[in-house]
């Protein structure tokens, strides 16, 4: 069984930006940077994120992305003082016990934001498990 795609990694996403500016202006906020280049026309805005692309764009289709952060309630804390619709509250989602999907003994935590285009975006922090 294969586990991990050979010399593939995902090198850009791209979102639903109707206005370029507002959706510019929230993504620098979320991620704490500016972006990393723009190109209107055709109505395009990059960010880097750790490598792969943010690609902000006008036709594309909506999409739902997960950024890992550091501090889960502290982010949400940054965006809700921003302004920033939180759709769910930080919470555990998983536990993981075994290694496939986080380092084991740890726990998922996610949050949910929506952006300023109205996409949802997933925040996501693994901790380790609390114990009691």
């Known amino acids: 069984m294969l586990r991990k795609a050979p010399g593939m990694r995902v090198t850009q996403i791209a979102q639903r930006a109707v206005d370029l500016d507002r959706a510019s202006r929230f993504y620098s906020v979320l991620l704490q940077t500016l972006p990393l280049a723009t190109y209107d026309p055709p109505g395009l805005v990059f960010f880097d994120l750790a490598g792969t692309r943010l690609l902000l764009d006008r036709v594309a289709p909506t999409s739902l992305i997960y950024l890992a952060v550091d501090d889960i309630h502290g982010t949400v804390d940054r965006l809700r003082s921003a302004g920033v619709a939180v759709t769910s509250?930080?919470?555990?989602?998983?536990?993981?016990?075994d290694?496939?999907?986080?380092?084991?003994?740890?726990?998922e935590w996610q949050a949910f934001v929506t952006d300023s285009e109205g996409n949802t975006v997933g925040l996501v922090e693994q901790r380790p498990t609390s114990v009691g």
């Open 89 to 97: 509250e930080p919470h555990v989602i998983f536990r993981h016990e």
């Open 99 to 107: 290694g496939t999907l986080g380092p084991p003994g740890t726990d």
